[in-house]
T-cell receptor, first 111, second 114 residues
Framework: GESVGLHLPTLSVQEGDNSIINCAYS??????FIWYKQESGKGPQFIID?????DKRQGQRVTVLLNKTVKHLSLQIAATQPGDSAVYFC??????????FGAGTRLTVKP | ETGVTQTPRHLVMGMTNKKSLKCEQH?????MYWYKQSAKKPLELMFV???????ENNSVPSRFSPECPNSSHLFLHLHTLQPEDSALYLC?????????????FGPGTRLTVL
């Protein structure tokens, strides 16, 4: 499944499938990006980050891709699990100034 | 547990009440933040404190008054709020560095203004 962030705020995938959550950021000078996960009743939790001198970074079951040409950031979750159900936010910052957050995409994992 | 705690977790208040939200971080960070999170909207930065000094106030109404008595504690004093102020108020902290500004968030205070 694939979403386009602010334009499609919900994404539903089958357990075990891969998920792709997209984010379009606004500032071409932004040099640091973070993906956060927010579960119901909790604050946002750091998942993975990437600096602008990279185009890909991998974590455990998650991969972030950065395309600076089109100002696009994506989060890929491999083998999505029910525990991955949450709202996912991208955030951008330039030169350690204040972070700007997207509105988020709600991921629902169907068993 | 992120190392950032907030109390209370839920608060219901009338428009004439005065209340305070509390945030505490146990991470040794030097910057703290207040955010407002409303339904279907991006996180809105309200205040930033760096080394206990307020460095940003994003045009927040004066009915919200922050206080940072030390690097581990942050308060948000509320007075004569409006129903549209009902939201989740999130506190965050970070260790300011040249290479990253990862913010650690507390669980938030769910505020309802009647």
């Amino acid at each position: 499944g694939e979403s386009v962030g602010l334009h499609l705020p919900t994404l539903s995938v089958q357990e075990g499938d891969n998920s792709i959550i997209n984010c379009a950021y606004s500032n071409s000078a932004s040099d640091y990006f973070i993906w956060y996960k927010q579960e119901s009743g909790k604050g946002p939790q750091f998942i993975i980050d990437i600096r602008s001198n990279m185009d890909k970074r991998q974590g455990q079951r998650v991969t972030v891709l950065l395309n600076k040409t089109v100002k696009h950031l994506s989060l890929q979750i491999a083998a999505t699990q029910p525990g991955d159900s949450a709202v996912y936010f991208c955030a951008e910052t330039y030169n350690n100034n204040d972070m700007r957050f997207g509105a988020g995409t709600r991921l629902t994992v169907k068993p | 547990e992120t190392g950032v705690t907030q109390t209370p977790r839920h608060l219901v208040m009338g428009m004439t009440n005065k209340k305070s939200l509390k945030c505490e971080q146990h991470l040794g960070h030097n910057a703290m933040y207040w955010y407002k999170q409303s339904a279907k909207k991006p996180l809105e930065l309200m205040f930033v404190y760096s080394l206990e000094e307020r460095v940003e106030n994003n045009s927040v109404p004066s009915r919200f008054s922050p206080e940072c008595p030390n690097s581990s504690h942050l308060f948000l004093h509320l007075h004569t709020l409006q129903p549209e102020d009902s939201a989740l108020y999130l506190c965050a902290s970070s260790r300011y560095s040249r290479t990253s500004n990862e913010q650690f968030f507390g669980p938030g205070t769910r505020l309802t203004v009647l």
